[in-house]
């Protein structure tokens, strides 16, 4: 409950949440660690994932953005296939299922009823489930075979921000046990590049007065604003974009930098924002040529690149870590931008309005 939790020196819990990742990235690898460092994880969960033919992943708004990096880290490192699903869109539009599925269900709160709803469904035909939330004893955790816990500490802010790298994390840790059981090579180590994660989000989260002055310059009278990014950047993109609509009421827009030119790349005008992602080498080029087609149209473009990607004039720089988890780096300035977006133009930035935090109702 937000009155027994204390914002201490920081204006809003969003901002405190924020800052807080690279202790909860530590808590999790601490939790998930066993005496030889290896993965600690039951082996009811890594029998259930061995069996699966086919994953599943159910969520809603910020966690179906994990699930979207989830089912990348999930089919790249342990080969299994995965689909990712908006749960309310599920049982109205179901796939056809494999032999034997597993569903994975990614909730914050554990209390998102489109994701029961789907729950119910699935146990209903026999299915089994594994949750990943951040509230161990929720519905979504107690009507599931199986629970992970994100281990974030409560989440109070409407805008989900430590949740969300919490569940890729947990995800990556989970892909990386599954490959192992099946006997896959494996020279990523989740707990090791975590901690590296950890670091590199510290030095995004001290860079607070840049961020807030590509918000002002970029955000401060537009009504409109557009991310765009190729590959898993792409889904880092929908995140961010969500974030800044929830916050700021900005109209946002996450985009596949190739699919622009099929239609939206109509509405750019004269200063649109277009915030670029290019933390990945292989479509670097790619993305690049994206952001020169909107900025010859006059859109102002703020590049996020890495020190492998960076080309002369990118406004930010991120820390290196493992390609597998870039997306919870990449989305640290993301946050902060739409934090201080959202300060300027005087918005009840934890409390968003027509929102909830956790929405109980389908
Ligand atoms: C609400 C919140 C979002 C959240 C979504 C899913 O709409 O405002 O921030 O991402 O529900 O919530 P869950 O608790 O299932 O992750």
Same mark, same amino acid.
């Given at each position: 409950?937000?009155?027994?939790?204390?914002?201490?020196?920081?204006?809003?819990?969003?901002?405190?949440?924020?800052?807080?990742?690279?202790?909860?990235?530590?808590?999790?690898?601490?939790?998930?660690?066993?005496?030889?460092?290896?993965?600690?994880?039951?082996?009811?969960?890594?029998?259930?994932?061995?069996?699966?033919?086919?994953?599943?992943?159910?969520?809603?708004?910020?966690?179906?953005?994990?699930?979207?990096?989830?089912?990348?880290?999930?089919?790249?490192?342990?080969?299994?296939?995965?689909?990712?699903?908006?749960?309310?869109?599920?049982?109205?539009?179901?796939?056809?299922?494999?032999?034997?599925?597993?569903?994975?269900?990614?909730?914050?709160?554990?209390?998102?009823?489109?994701?029961? *709803?789907?729950?119910?469904?699935?146990?209903?035909? !026999?299915?089994? %489930? @594994?949750?990943?939330?951040?509230? +161990?004893?929720?519905? $979504?955790?107690?009507?599931?075979?199986?629970?992970?816990?994100?281990?974030?500490?409560?989440?109070?802010?409407?805008?989900?921000?430590?949740?969300?790298?919490?569940?890729?994390?947990?995800?990556?840790?989970?892909?990386?046990?599954?490959?192992?059981?099946?006997?896959?090579?494996?020279?990523?180590?989740?707990?090791?590049?975590?901690?590296?994660?950890?670091?590199?989000?510290?030095?995004?989260?001290?860079?607070?007065?840049?961020?807030?002055?590509?918000?002002?310059?970029?955000?401060?009278?537009?009504?409109?604003?557009?991310?765009?990014?190729?590959?898993?950047?792409?889904?880092?993109?929908?995140?961010?974009?969500?974030?800044?609509?929830?916050?700021?009421?900005?109209?946002?827009? *996450?985009?596949?930098?190739?699919?622009?030119?099929? !239609?939206?790349? %109509? @509405?750019?005008?004269?200063?649109? +924002?277009?915030?670029? $992602?290019?933390?990945?080498?292989?479509?670097?080029?790619?993305?690049?040529?994206?952001?020169?087609?909107?900025?010859?149209?006059?859109?102002?473009?703020?590049?996020?690149?890495?020190?492998?990607?960076?080309?002369?004039?990118?406004?930010?720089?991120?820390?290196?870590?493992?390609?597998?988890?870039?997306?919870?780096?990449?989305?640290?300035?993301?946050?902060?931008?739409?934090?201080?977006?959202?300060?300027?133009?005087?918005?009840?930035?934890?409390?968003?309005?027509?929102?909830?935090?956790?929405?109980?109702?389908?």
């Amino acid at each position: 409950d937000a009155s027994d939790i204390e914002k201490g020196t920081y204006p809003h819990y969003m901002l405190k949440e924020i800052d807080e990742q690279p202790y909860v990235m530590r808590n999790i690898i601490s939790k998930y660690q066993d005496e030889n460092d290896q993965i600690k994880l039951d082996d009811d969960i890594r029998q259930a994932m061995q069996e699966a033919d086919r994953i599943y992943i159910i969520a809603a708004g910020t966690s179906y953005h994990a699930g979207l990096v989830g089912k990348q880290l999930i089919e790249k490192i342990a080969e299994v296939p995965v689909e990712t699903h908006i749960a309310s869109e599920f049982l109205y539009n179901m796939p056809l299922l494999s032999e034997n599925p597993l569903f994975i269900f990614i909730s914050q709160s554990g209390e998102t009823a489109d994701s029961r *709803g789907v729950l119910v469904n699935v146990k209903q035909i !026999g299915h089994r %489930a @594994l949750t990943i939330t951040n509230v +161990p004893g929720s519905t $979504l955790s107690r009507e599931a075979d199986y629970t992970l816990h994100t281990y974030a500490g409560p989440e109070i802010a409407v805008a989900s921000t430590k949740a969300y790298t919490a569940q890729m994390a947990v995800l990556a840790i989970l892909a990386v046990d599954t490959a192992r059981a099946s006997g896959l090579e494996m020279e990523f180590n989740p707990l090791q590049e975590l901690a590296i994660v950890a670091n590199a989000m510290e030095a995004l989260t001290d860079k607070k007065e840049e961020l807030e002055k590509v918000a002002r310059e970029y955000l401060s009278v537009s009504r409109s604003c557009f991310f765009i990014g190729r590959a898993e950047d792409y889904f880092v993109c929908l995140e961010g974009a969500l974030k800044l609509k929830e916050i700021s009421y900005i109209q946002a827009e *996450g985009f596949a930098g190739g699919e622009l030119k099929h !239609g939206t790349i %109509a @509405l750019i005008e004269e200063g649109t +924002p277009v915030v670029g $992602l290019a933390t990945q080498p292989h479509v670097n080029l790619n993305i690049r040529g994206n952001l020169q087609e909107v900025e010859a149209r006059g859109a102002s473009t703020c590049i996020i690149s890495t020190d492998e990607t960076y080309q002369e004039g990118d406004q930010i720089v991120l820390p290196r870590v493992h390609d597998y988890l870039t997306p919870l780096v990449s989305v640290i300035p993301m946050q902060l931008i739409s934090y201080y977006a959202a300060l300027h133009r005087d918005c009840d930035v934890d409390k968003p309005r027509n929102l909830a935090k956790s929405v109980t109702v389908e």
